[in-house]
């Protein structure tokens, strides 16, 4: 009981102005000198206004690849006015998203899609994704050693969070495309909380979840009756060859980044460099990690970040894998990309 207690302490951590524009003044001419103006550069330079960016984070990988923009923002040293909030739960950032609370959003992939559609009205697009920031990080766990294939999961009780985003509707493909039918085959319970299912697996044996990173890599390493029984990006490899496990995205409102669109770009550049800091100073990245209640040790964070599959995907790139990936899942729900594939208006070009 008391490892149970303290790994649950553990899971716990794991689960978030205008600046002064000055107008150059020329100096007074000496008779041997012309006037001394300011250059275009130097008076744009002194135009900029330092804008606050407000940004609604999930607690995970999404904000393990926000870390250094986080820290440099608390220092002073971002492009922009970076404030950042970590949440729990998609619904809480999306409702902000929706709220006009937040400008920019780190959601499922899915959800984006469907944010988009359900905002669309007839001023176009009111969301648009910028980039894609995690790759399928979802692991089946299980408290035992009988899982070695999605066949295995028939007649089992499988505990998952994520009902109507990511989670559900990979798991769902999944099952399908293994010959399994996910409302008989087996039982499906969902927690709105990662930490739940964690403390489900730990003190059951025979418990079978799903996790996403780092909480996979937490409960494995402080309940050794705990293994990762299978990787659902490589089940999603198997059964769907042309296209990729997408996990998360880069929202934004685009009114936002119509209005404020050199803030928005400075927001790209800073996270991108945040996402490449974690995945190569993992190191450094970790004890950030950990200061931002995600991780309960910078020994577990610095393990989880390979796992975790936190990238930075934008462009054409980005439209290729995320509409791929949409596609399939469009395919077998259409209520899990919003009833519709998104068009044009869904993808932010820089």
Known sequence: MKHVATLATGL??????????SQAVPAEPSPAAPAVTATPDA??????????VRIASLKGPTTMGLVKLMDDAEQGRGAQDYQVSMFGTPDEVVVRVVQGEVDVALVPANLAAVLHARTRDSDGAQVAVAAINTLGMLE????GNTVRSIADLAGRTVYSTGKGASPEHVLNYLLVANGL???SDLTIEYRSESTEVAALLAGQPGAVGVLPQPYATVL???QTSVRTALRLAEEWAAVSTDSQMVTGVVVVRTTF???HPEAFEDFLDDYRASTTFTNTEPALAAPLIVEAGIAPSAEVAEAAIPACNITYIEGEEMRAVLGGYLEVLFDADPASTGGSLPGDDFYHRR
Not at 12 to 21: E, K, P
Not at 43 to 52: N, P, S, Y
């Open 257 to 259: 980044a119509e209005e």
């Open 140 to 143: 089946v766990l299980e408290n």
């Open 181 to 183: 039918d996910p409302a």
């Open 220 to 222: 494995t390493t402080q």
């Open 12 to 21: 716990l951590l794991v689960g978030g102005l205008l600046g002064g524009c």
């Open 43 to 52: 008076q744009a330079e002194a135009a900029a206004e330092r804008t606050t």
